[in-house]
């Protein structure tokens, strides 16, 4: 056993049996041994994944467009404050910044006054992660802040940004059998293994009903019951603006499928995935698909109403990707190999089918967003 290993076992030695969201906690976020807080590279080519992001620099192009956009609906404040959490490398900062300071330096493009009015704040608390970061950044220093918690942000107007951090939320894993029951871990002396007993939370049951879904014997999927958590810490901090979410995922009427009945859960280790949480443990990643029904209903139940929700390929298209690339090809003398790597950000085979864009808004207003106006799948979550 590694370090880790024999972290979790005591822990279940003392407490008995543990939730799996309390293993995959321990897994990616323990202080000392998590997957996220230990120093090798995760993420990229040499690491165990990649995300949009790193894809592309378009990626981070259409996202200040779209923030752009929300400057100009909220009446081009003097002050606009983008809260992005989960930054990861930094690359989506780095590449909204270098567009929006750009179209700032020209003046030709709609975007041209934001960039004098924003600033930038980071939700990190990992200080390896955070030096990545400012060693990046640093050109935008006096933009950026850190902070380690988003209720240290203050009163927020403006928009607060994810790329692929829901999907890394712990979560609870059940499976229907006689009655709906979770799935707990224990160790059986040699490894790791499942082992059912009753809810750990009432709110797992009120998951289920109160999104009208029933589940066959069976059945095993996973609960993320700390999206809810995240959204109430939004709510507590955002005066007026954006909730803007990119990831992977579904709404309850296909995540709770029949042919999803094995969950969603995968683990992710030198860019090859598997269903087994139990080997690699703390080095390898662990995601589920977002549930993006729950999030609406979440936000709604707070004030925070949907205004769009379609593909990452529908969205960048609405938001004038052809037209970037068309840029492109006139600057660029490696565009066709650049074309490749941003097809894989819009096409359906790709990231444009399986990432997700929902965006929602505090405030009286209800504003059209540019991203949603090929294809508003509102209807469907």
Not at 200 to 216: M, V
Not at 249 to 267: Q, V
Request: one cysteine or more; proline letters at 2%; hydrophobic letters at 35%.
């Amino acid at each position: 056993m590694n370090s880790l290993e024999r972290k979790i076992v005591e822990r279940i030695r003392r407490e008995g049996t543990i939730s799996f969201e309390s293993f995959m906690d321990m897994a990616l976020y323990d202080s000392e041994f998590g997957y996220y807080v230990s120093q090798g590279q995760r993420i990229g080519r040499e690491g165990d994944f990649y995300t949009s992001s790193h894809l592309h620099p378009i990626f981070g192009v259409m996202v200040g467009k779209q923030i752009a956009e929300m400057w100009d609906l909220m009446g081009c404040p003097e002050r606009f404050t983008i809260v992005e959490m989960g930054a990861g490398e930094g690359y989506v900062c780095k590449d909204m910044l270098d567009y929006l300071n750009q179209a700032g330096s020209g003046g030709q493009r709609p975007e041209s006054s934001f960039y004098q009015t924003l600033q930038y704040l980071i939700v990190e608390r990992n200080e390896l992660q955070r030096r990545r970061q400012q060693e990046r950044l640093n050109v935008y220093k006096e933009k950026i802040r850190w902070i380690s918690d988003i209720r240290e942000a203050g009163a927020i107007r403006g928009c607060i940004f994810s790329n692929e951090l829901l999907d890394a939320f712990p979560v609870h894993l059940v499976r229907m059998e006689d009655k709906l029951r979770e799935i707990f871990v224990n160790h059986n002396g040699i490894t790791f293994i499942d082992q059912t007993g009753d809810l750990s939370s009432d709110a797992i049951a009120e998951y289920f009903r109160n999104a009208g879904i029933e589940l066959a014997v069976g059945y095993t999927t996973e609960v993320n019951l700390r999206i809810r958590d995240w959204l109430l810490d939004i709510n507590a901090v955002l005066e007026k603006g954006f909730v803007f979410t990119i990831d992977y995922g579904h709404p309850a009427e296909e995540y709770y499928s029949e042919d999803r009945n094995r969950g969603t859960l995968l683990c992710y280790h030198n860019h090859e995935f598997s269903e087994d949480p139990y080997q690699n443990i703390g080095d390898q990643d662990m995601t589920s698909h977002v549930n993006f029904s729950a999030v609406k209903r979440w936000g709604e139940e707070m004030g925070l109403r949907a205004l769009g929700y379609c593909s990452q390929g529908s969205f960048f298209l609405s938001m004038g990707i052809d037209q970037e690339i068309a840029r492109l090809a006139e600057s660029s003398a490696d565009y066709l190999f650049e074309l490749g790597r941003i097809k894989k950000l819009f096409l359906p085979q790709g990231m444009g089918d399986s990432h997700k864009v929902l965006i929602q808004y505090k405030g009286s207003e209800l504003p059209q967003l540019q991203g949603f106006s090929m294809r508003n799948q509102l209807r469907f979550l």
